[in-house]
């Protein structure tokens, strides 16, 4: 039997046909992955859609291959346990310690980090019983997952939807990269305000100004942000990315809406970064019917005025003790330039990186250098988006001051 190295545990709710797509991009990812569906899962999803997606057995069974001793090897030899979805049964199971089947008996002999991803309906989601498993859970250092909010089986919506497959398996990587230090809640009672995506700037109802930002960078930020702890506002310009579970979505169009909404969010945050691309010029009209070309007349020039700059003015009018993180694209003296615009902005730390064909823009990966405004500079090797997010994290935390201390 090959060395599993992530067990996929499944729970018994509709939301099981995610998990083959989550079980895809983690295979996909050169991981390992030994499936483990509860007798409820598969009246879901049967098991051969396990099988073939994972090119193992499922396995099911804690009487099956009895001298491979599964109930107890599973667990052991895992380096990751992620169940998704757990259900409230499942929750309430491993709560107790219960273990009368494969996945419960996995989740008592792991010693690896542990993430549960519930789904279930709203009310089942916030009844104190399940409530109370989570905390008890989440206090054993057991890595809760909020579900999203959205729409439920059938046509009810409310919070209880399982998290997109991608965002499972980001986080997946995530706590596969940190180990039990991706599971520390070391942001935990901070509020920090995340922008992400680049801003439009409307020419006429039908074409805009904009910019090839993914939003991937800002939404790795709000999702590590999400997973150490904090509670976070993401200021989303333009993104097609899957919500981060957890963060509460600001949804934005222009550069003066991202600026209304930072200012208005960040009003009483601990941090605020700005890792979007906001837009330094708009149009200085905004045509009400779509612009029309006509044979033999020049088109107009377009006129543009300059936009705020948002990171400047949230650095100039911060509150005490909050820190303020502003991102740069360069294309040449990365570091020099840098270090003028950390100064320019008057903002405490400033990521730099620098930007070129294929660089930077839309990639998973990153390579950057943290500069802060007391001199310091710390490179962050190229690595995925969520490494980064993390060092920002890291480096925000040391310019904190004490919750304390206020
Ligand atoms: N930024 C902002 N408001 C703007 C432009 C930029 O808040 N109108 C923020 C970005 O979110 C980013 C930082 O400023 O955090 C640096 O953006 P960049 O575009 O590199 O800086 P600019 O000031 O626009 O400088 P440049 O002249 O190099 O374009």
């Known amino acids: 039997m090959d060395r599993p190295r992530i067990v996929l545990g499944v729970g018994g709710g509709i939301a099981a046909y995610k998990a083959c797509e989550l079980l895809r991009r983690l295979t996909e990812s050169g991981h390992e992955v030994r499936v483990v569906p509860t007798a409820a899962a598969l009246h879901f999803v049967g098991e051969a859609t396990w099988s073939a997606l994972s090119g193992a057995p499922a396995a099911t069974e804690v009487w099956e291959r009895v001298h491979e001793v599964p109930h107890v090897r599973l667990g052991q030899e895992a380096d990751l346990v992620v169940v998704a979805p757990t259900t409230a049964d499942l929750l309430a199971k491993a709560a107790t310690g219960l273990a009368d089947d494969l996945l419960t008996n996995t989740l008592l002999t792991a010693r690896c980090p542990v993430v549960l991803a519930p789904a279930m309906h709203t009310e089942m989601w916030e009844h104190p019983a399940t409530q109370q498993n989570v905390a ?69 109802p039908v074409r805009y100004l904009g910019n090839r930002s993914s939003g991937k960078q800002g939404y790795a930020l709000a999702r590590t942000a999400v997973a150490r702890g904090a509670r976070v506002t993401l200021v989303s310009a333009n993104v097609s990315l899957p919500e981060p579970a957890g963060a509460r979505v600001v949804e934005v169009g222009t550069a003066e809406e991202l600026r209304e909404a930072m200012v208005k969010a960040s009003a009483e945050a601990d941090a605020v970064v700005m890792a979007a691309a906001v837009a330094d010029f708009r149009p200085a009209a905004r045509a009400s019917q779509k612009i029309k070309k006509r044979d033999g007349v020049a088109p107009e020039p377009v006129a543009l005025v300059r936009n705020p700059d948002v990171l400047a003015e949230l650095a100039a009018g911060r509150p005490a003790g909050q820190v303020v993180v502003g991102f740069a694209a360069e294309t040449e003296n990365v570091l020099a330039g840098g270090r003028a615009k950390l100064a320019s902005k008057g903002c405490d730390l400033l990521v730099v990186n620098q930007v070129g064909e294929r660089r930077t823009f839309g990639s998973e990966e990153n390579e950057a250098v943290i500069l802060d405004a007391d001199g310091g500079e710390e490179a962050v090797p190229h690595g995925p988006k969520e490494a980064l997010a993390d060092r920002v994290w890291d480096a925000v935390l040391r310019r904190l001051p004490p919750r304390d201390a206020g």
């Open 136 to 204: 008890t859970l989440r206090g054993r250092g057991v890595l809760v997952v909020e579900p999203a909010v959205g729409r439920l089986t059938g046509v009810d919506t409310g919070k209880g939807r399982l998290p997109e497959p991608e965002e499972l398996a980001l986080l997946c990587r995530r706590v596969l990269a940190r180990g039990t230090a991706a599971l520390d809640a070391d942001l935990a009672g901070r509020h920090v305000v995340v922008s992400a995506g680049g801003t439009r700037e409307p020419l006429d």
